[in-house]
Each structure stands twice: as structure tokens, then as C-alpha cells.
């Protein structure tokens, strides 16, 4: 018992099966673009991770360099401590300025108040 369909209903079912295919397609590339994203805030995660466990470790292992940092930020040079960082560890600078500030024992330079703007406009 064979099936015979008309030339019309086989370009019906070609043209069903396209339609399909082309909506496969347009599901799969949201499936993937969904993924990476995904992938992309998982990586994006995992090396802000890695970056708190060094910081930790070398925070609590490298006397050495916090000694030397602690030496830069004690003449007032926390651009040369940050520098030095970066250096020392091949970071970029917001890692580098993260971990200077979060140094045990350092202490931000006050800021400017009021009164004393006030007086460096007059002077100024």
C-alpha cells in the first residue's frame, strides 16, 4: 500500500519542513546565545573568585611585599604602592588599588574639610 500525493502537497510538505527548520535554527541560536551569557557571567564569576583567594592568600603569605607596600603608603605614595602591585603580580590597576586599600593597617589621607577649601579658595 504505497501513499501518492500530488506535486501541490509535496511542495506543501517541503515548504512545512523549511519552515521547520528555519524555526530550529532561530531556537537553537537562542538556546546558544543563551549559554554564553550564561557561560560568560559563570567566567566573569569564577575569576572574581580566583581574584578574592589570591587576594587572601597573598595578603596573609607576602610580608615581604606589604612591607615594601606599607613603606610606598608611609612616605605618601599610594600610586607607587599601586604601581608596585602591579608589577609584583601582573594585575590591572583596579585589582592592584583593591588590594593596597584593603592592606592591613592602611589608613586613607584625611580629606580636605570645609573650613579648609574654604580657605584654600581665599589663598588660591
Not at 521547520?20 to 546558544?32: F, M, N, P, R
Not at 586599600?101 to 589663598?123: E, F, I, M
Request: aromatic share 10%.
Amino acid at each position: 500500500m504505497f501513499l501518492t500525493i500530488t506535486k501541490y502537497e509535496k511542495d506543501k510538505i517541503v515548504q512545512a519542513l523549511q519552515v521547520l527548520g528555519d524555526e530550529y535554527d532561530k531556537i537553537a541560536d537562542q538556546c546558544v546565545t543563551r549559554l554564553s551569557e550564561g557561560f560568560r557571567d559563570d567566567v566573569r564569576s569564577i575569576r572574581d573568585l580566583e581574584f578574592r583567594v589570591a587576594n587572601l592568600a597573598d595578603t596573609v603569605g607576602d610580608e615581604e611585599m606589604n612591607a615594601e607596600i606599607q613603606h610606598f603608603l608611609a612616605k605618601g605614595q599610594k600610586i607607587n604602592a599601586i604601581k608596585y602591585v602591579r608589577q609584583q603580580r601582573n594585575w590591572g590597576l583596579k585589582e592592584a588599588k583593591d588590594y593596597v586599600d584593603k592592606l592591613p593597617g592602611y589608613v586613607p589621607p584625611p580629606s580636605l574639610s570645609t573650613n579648609q577649601w574654604d580657605a584654600y579658595d581665599r589663598d588660591g
